[in-house]
């Protein structure tokens, strides 16, 4: 095995990030129970912000971006894993204070770390990426609570990101009739492809709402928050669930108790980061089994690890739909 290996490196030069491919070393990589040879990543909005220095996503230079990660284990002091196990990584800092995906090695805790399914590649697992495993969460959020296709409706806020994509074509994969919010009306037709019933605009539920108002939803998968989710709660049916995954729109939540008094409403909070490892585990099996995986294919980019500037900025412009992932 190579001591050395490629990364996709940002450092700041006079407050400026710059992003750069380099040559690192086995003994360059941060603290961690697992060192994982990283066949795909992915390449997201937070990434797009780490990359491109637009947010302060990254504090400590220098940094290897990539918020997740799938591939092989080749070493490890943790009787969880042992090497040559399939293994992926979502969330827990990593591509923001600890080195990512973008790079062909990487050391992690054990604990960030789940078997990958039987048959599943890591090119799909950084397909699916953060946001699917999100969204399967929600769904199984939304099964556990009682919430069927036969109850109703099921709306999907922010239905055009990566969660609310990915929710919008398991639930319909699910056989529930799905109706996604979005605020860009050129996206219908993609929606309609992942298997979207009805487009609601954004607008509808951005308004300010009464307490309550007429019951439309037996179930909600809510990626926005703040106003979005203050509507969409008014608008439950009795005894209606909402995952509610995201805070895009904001963390203030201005309601009232009725939805929960007086229709039975419940508000599931899912946080894939902190999800236990079983929990976790138990998604990503039902991913490989549920998830449309010839849709999934179609909406898939690949790109190797020297494109992944070029592609942070086009994230940032807006030119870029579907799952991006990064070859290694």
Not at 118 to 138: I, K, N, P, Q
Not at 155 to 174: D, E, F, H, N, R
Not at 275 to 290: D, G, I, K, N, S
Request: net charge negative.
């Amino acid at each position: 095995m190579s001591d050395t290996f490629k990364a996709l490196v940002l450092r700041q030069d006079a407050q400026q990030t710059l992003a750069a491919i380099e040559q690192l070393s086995l003994d360059q990589l941060p603290e961690g129970e697992v060192l994982v040879a990283v066949e795909h990543s992915s390449l997201n909005y937070k990434d797009g912000l780490a990359i491109t220095g637009t947010g302060k996503i990254v504090r400590h230079f220098p940094h290897v971006p990539g918020i997740d990660l799938a591939g092989e284990v080749i070493s490890s002091e943790s009787a969880l894993f042992k090497p040559g196990d399939r293994v992926v990584l979502t969330g827990w800092g990593v591509g923001e204070r600890h080195w990512g995906g973008h790079a062909q090695r990487a050391r992690v805790k054990a604990k960030w770390l789940n078997h990958l399914p039987t048959g599943f590649s890591s090119a799909r697992a950084m397909a699916v990426g953060t946001a699917g495993l999100t969204a399967m969460l929600c769904m199984m959020a939304l099964q556990t609570s009682g919430i069927t296709p036969h109850d109703g409706p099921i709306l999907v806020t922010g239905a055009a990101g990566g969660v609310g994509s990915i929710a919008v074509a398991l639930l319909a994969a699910a056989g529930y009739e799905v109706h996604a919010s979005s605020g860009r009306a050129a996206l219908e037709p993609y929606l309609k492809e992942l298997g979207a019933h009805h487009i609601i605009p954004r607008e509808q539920l951005s308004r300010e709402s009464r307490p309550l108002e007429s019951e439309q939803w037996a179930g909600a998968i809510d990626t926005v928050g703040s106003q979005t989710l203050a509507t969409l709660l008014s608008q439950m049916r009795y005894n209606g669930a909402v995952a509610a995954c995201g805070l895009a729109g904001g963390m203030d939540l201005h309601t009232t108790v009725f939805p929960f008094i007086l229709r039975g409403v419940r508000l599931l909070g899912i946080d894939s980061v902190y999800a236990p490892a079983p929990h976790r585990q138990q998604a990503w099996q039902q991913l490989a089994q549920q998830l449309p995986m010839a849709l999934l294919d179609s909406l898939t980019r690949h790109i190797p690890l020297e494109a992944c500037p070029e592609a942070a900025n086009q994230i940032m412009a807006g030119q870029i739909q579907g799952r991006v992932v990064v070859d290694l």
